[in-house]
């Protein structure tokens, strides 16, 4: 890969002041930062010439020094704003049943519910002013009291930058107590030769307020995309639950070139996909770069990402580079579950191959060794146990002092897991093959749900009542599509389980039972849930699960099992003294898992 010329701001005509205006011809004399050209993929003349090899006028000074932020082993950053919008803000979500719903759920690209804020942002002491923020992720990620949140620094003053940065990811590392699988994965891929974003650590505060350690992520965007590749200006997709496959394939959102309609490059590649096996690799690399394909997919398995594209057609960018006449390269995206070990008995651990291009491949005796190939190579070139275990350790020791109480018990534990999986990564692999690890999993099951009928009801019961039987206590009434379900006998229980309560309610009519489990949201990371009052019932945060059976059978048979999604959870009573009354009603709508 050609390098990439550095990236230097916007000018408007003087150089240094990143101000946003159109480009005139006063940004071509000497001594800006400008070349009077706006060339493709530049919002406006950022000083390099793409048309011409590249280069700023004499006396431009470029301003990406951000690789100095990643070399920070922890960044203080401040964040203040209104308590109102900070309240708006962490209560934003993305509900499963609103992101997933509808049979063709990732066939659609969805707008993001999160809404842009101002806040006022200090780093490391420097006062920026006021930046953009934004809460992030997605189902796994999201949060109420410590959210992951996105800063935009050119979104309140238009070109504004931080060490040449548009803006970063601040990630609450939910999914990672030890804080190390996104910095130590991203590693391996950039030791791999594959794109992928940097990383350290960061220290926040919301008004004062600790909010503890986050990752701090380089974002995949203009500017990432002006360090990685000679050509910048190509398109830009996020693959979130989105795959090359007719009824997955609308949902890649597009991040560059946002004015282009066109999708023919992601459609090129689904069309590759439909040739004949003897063809099928040739047909693949006149639309991606194979090479680098089967390096990215090698390096998922190395670090074992399998929430990225080859384990869940998840997490991942991908680029139309136009230095390789428009052929895709795969980004990585999202290692935060990375580095851990599988223990699902049917996943060799040596391969991922549950999204269309990885299985479609792995089916192909050429694409099998072609892999094994590249995963033997990224462990030669660029896994390196003792400096990887070594990493996990640096970064605990700048965590640990900043780690909220409710973190630090089990950072240590989680860190040892980690480098007991490092350590055992690439004999795991041999094993796997030794024992035969041909791979005949199906394609990813899409994440959809379709809306099936309206559902309300009561539940009646007392506090620590899960030990009882099912019938023992408490009470549960339903009325499913408009109709009253006529209960020949009902039980509910309430109580401590898992990471904080749960409510178990079922009734059996003639010929129906509806059993619910409601398990209320882990108290780390979300508001109290058993609060007198109306709560909103979404996942996240809460998860209500509907099991319908059939009991005109013996044993009972299952006929759905079904979600709550949308409406109103009220609690009209509600306490954790033994034996106090839990009293509540709801509204909702049922949904089937696709």
């Not at 004399?29 to 280069?55: I, M, Q």
């Not at 690209?109 to 420097?126: C, F, K, M, N, R």
């Not at 909010?211 to 203009?222: F, K, S, T």
């Not at 094994?372 to 640096?394: C, G, I, K, Y």
Request: overall charge negative; charged content about 20%; aromatic content about 6%.
């Amino acid at each position: 890969m050609a390098a990439a010329t550095a990236v230097v701001a916007c000018s408007g005509g003087a150089p240094n002041t990143p101000d946003g205006a159109p480009d005139t011809a006063a940004d071509a004399v000497a001594g800006s930062c400008g070349d009077g050209v706006v060339d493709p993929g530049e919002a406006c003349d950022d000083g390099r010439n793409d048309a011409l090899g590249g280069g700023c006028l004499p006396g431009c000074q470029a301003s990406d020094d951000s690789d100095q932020v990643f070399a920070r082993p922890l960044v203080e950053v401040a964040l203040t704003l209104p308590a109102s919008e900070w309240e708006l803000l962490r209560h934003e979500r993305k509900p499963r049943h609103v992101i997933f719903g509808g049979a063709d759920c990732r066939n659609v690209s969805l707008p993001s519910p999160y809404q842009w804020h101002a806040a006022e942002v200090t780093i490391d002491g420097v006062a920026l002013g006021a930046v953009g923020l934004r809460k992030k992720g997605h189902i796994g990620s999201q949060t109420d009291l410590r959210p992951a949140l996105k800063l935009d620094f050119d979104r309140v003053s238009p070109g504004g930058r931080y060490h040449g940065l548009e803006g970063v990811a601040l990630n609450n590392d939910r999914s990672d107590p030890s804080h190390a699988r996104a910095c130590v994965s991203y590693q391996v891929f950039r030791a791999a030769g594959v794109p992928a974003p940097r990383c350290t650590l960061a220290h926040v505060t919301v008004n004062g307020e600790d909010q503890g350690v986050y990752g701090l992520v380089e974002e995949i965007d203009a500017h990432f995309l002006a360090r990685q590749f000679a050509q910048p200006g190509g398109n830009l997709y996020e693959g979130t639950a989105n795959d090359f496959r007719p009824d997955a394939i609308g949902g890649f959102d597009r991040e560059t070139n946002q004015g282009d309609p066109s999708r023919a490059d992601l459609d090129a590649v689904l069309a590759a996909l439909d040739a004949a096996d003897a063809e099928v690799e040739a047909a693949l690399a006149a639309v991606i770069d194979l090479d680098q394909f089967y390096r990215f997919w090698a390096t998922e398995i190395v670090v074992w990402h399998r929430d990225g594209y080859s384990g869940n057609a998840n997490n991942f960018y991908l680029y139309a580079d136009p230095a390789r006449g428009g052929r895709m390269v795969f980004l990585p995206w999202g290692t935060d579950a990375a580095l851990s070990v599988d223990n699902r008995p049917e996943v060799p651990d040596s391969v991922l191959a549950f999204s269309a291009l990885s299985r479609r491949l792995i089916l192909l005796a050429s694409g099998r060794a072609r892999l094994n190939a590249e995963v033997d190579a990224v462990l030669t070139e660029a896994w390196r146990p003792a400096e990887l275990m070594a990493d996990v350790d640096r970064i605990g020791q700048v965590a640990d002092p900043v780690l909220l109480p409710a973190r630090a018990a089990e950072r240590a534990s989680v860190a040892a897991q980690i480098k007991a999986m490092i350590l055992g990564r690439a004999d795991a692999i041999t094993a796997a093959r030794a024992a035969g690890d041909a791979w005949s999993l199906p394609l990813r099951t899409l994440p959809c749900r379709v809306e099936a009928e309206a559902i309300t009801g009561t539940v009646t019961t007392s506090w620590d009542t899960l030990g009882q039987t099912t019938y023992a206590t408490g009470a549960l009434t339903l009325t499913v599509a408009g109709q009253p379900v006529v209960a020949v006998r009902s039980g509910a229980r309430a109580g401590l389980a898992g990471v904080d309560g749960r409510i178990l309610a079922t009734l059996d009519s003639a010929t129906r039972r509806y059993a619910i489990t409601l398990n209320f949201p882990d108290p780390e990371w979300f508001d109290r849930f058993d609060v007198v009052g109306p709560h909103d019932i979404a996942s996240p945060p809460l998860t209500i699960t509907v099991i319908e059976s059939d009991l005109t059978v013996t044993p009972a048979a299952v006929l759905r099992r079904l979600e709550l999604g949308g409406g109103t959870w009220t609690f009209s009573a509600a306490s954790r003294m033994a034996g106090a009354p839990i009293v509540a009603s709801f509204t909702s709508t049922l949904y089937l898992p696709l």
